[in-house]
């Protein structure tokens, strides 16, 4: 049995509504029992982070060091707790931080080559190493040293079926000014990509605009700087009727905007990146009933049935919105065919519910300790 002495450190690279920290407080709920947790977030600022997540460290001296995700003041605490405080570390990773660089900023070779370097390191030093994505999980097998590869674990991004399941919106139907409408839409961070020329919600805007002259309207769940861009695309195509933006919601209220869309689209790019994601929106499409059009890339693909997959070809592909389009004039057609979202609540309690992965997990951390 796990020694509840044991103490167990968390550190999220991101705050406290973040994904991640979802994810991290999901899987508390069924280490507590067993280990002692402490769980710390990152603060705003870069440096004063990098000093928060050291002092944490230092003081509690953590027997395991379970990292979300590599930033920079995850990158030095793990270092600082492998080498002075003899810390076991526990890497959950989704993406390769280089290959993020290139796609979001605008950054020289060099740069990207010094991130390389320090990530395999990063990555040689970890005691455990925890891939959201069962393709990346593959790839982390050849990178890491031979006596380490039993060590690579895949363990997706979750979802917590209790809190997010299907649910009825007639008035926020109402209230978005919805009739019979066919909805096809989106949730994400809409973050444009200098280096893509893209952002999440761009298929919805373009998909839309080769279906106006059907009764199908886009729905767009999230902010951020890509929001102009798109409504200026949207005033191009001359569909400002045709699309609804949400702006932010708080996640307890996202199965109720859900239950308005009824086709969710999940977009990956087909490059390393894409392939090697789980996402978490895929989780909780499914666990709310949705039936769902995504890239045959990453998970999704091993996942979903065929009539719920897209190709998507490189990393951008602009007939990807003409595929969208196609499948949605069929289901335009063939209005029955959406009920099939509803068998896949049965495969998110199967395969992605976090009391799954939390025993998953709990067995993963119980080897590392013997």
């Known amino acids: 049995m796990p020694n509840k002495r044991t103490n167990i450190l968390f550190l ?16 508390e709920e069924h ?23 050291i002092k944490r460290c230092y003081k509690e001296k953590p027997h395991i060091l379970y990292i979300i995700d590599i930033g920079i003041a995850t990158f030095v605490a793990g270092v600082f707790s492998k080498l002075f405080l003899g810390s076991n570390i526990v890497l959950d990773t989704g993406d390769i931080a280089s290959d993020l660089m290139r796609v979001l900023w605008k950054v020289s070779n060099i740069e990207v080559e010094i991130v390389q370097i320090l990530e395999r390191f990063f990555w040689k030093i970890c005691d455990v190493i925890i891939a959201r994505g069962s393709l990346y999980a593959k790839y982390l097998k050849t990178r ?16 917590d079926t209790e809190k997010m399941h299907p649910v009825e919106s007639i008035k926020l139907r109402k209230k978005l000014k919805l009739k019979a409408e066919i909805t096809i839409g989106t949730v994400g961070s809409i973050v444009w990509s200098e280096v893509l020329g893209i952002c999440y919600g761009w298929e919805v805007v373009r998909a839309i605009g080769l279906l106006k002259d059907e009764p199908v309207k886009g729905i767009i769940i999230g902010n951020g700087n890509g929001v102009p861009i798109l ?5 191009e195509f001359n569909i400002e009727d045709k699309i609804i933006f949400t702006g932010e919601v708080a996640h307890s209220e996202l199965p109720e905007y859900l239950a308005v869309i009824d086709i969710c689209l999940s977009s990956q790019t087909n490059d390393r990146i894409g392939n090697f994601r789980t996402t978490v929106k ?14 045959r890339v990453g998970e999704a693909k091993f996942i979903l049935p065929e009539d719920m997959l897209i190709d998507y070809y490189g990393k951008i592909d602009m007939d990807y919105p003409l595929r969208i389009a196609e499948k949605v004039r069929y289901i ?7 009920e099939k979202g509803k068998e896949n609540v049965i495969k998110a ?22």
């Open 231 to 235: 409504r200026e695309k949207i005033k």
């Open 349 to 370: 309690k199967e395969i992605f519910e976090y009391r799954v992965l939390g025993h998953r997990l709990l067995t993963i951390l119980r080897s590392l300790l013997e």
């Open 282 to 295: 895929l989780p909780e499409y499914m666990a709310c009933g949705k039936y769902i059009l995504a890239t």
């Open 144 to 159: 890491v040293q031979y006596r380490k590869k039993d060590r690579v674990y895949f363990l997706p991004d979750g979802v």
């Open 332 to 338: 335009l057609a063939h209005r029955e065919v959406l």
């Open 12 to 27: 999220v690279n991101k705050g406290y509504g973040s994904v991640f920290g979802r994810r991290v407080r999901a899987f």
């Open 31 to 53: 280490l507590r029992p067993y280990y002692q947790i402490s769980i710390y977030y990152k603060p705003e600022s870069r440096y004063a982070a990098i000093f928060y997540f």
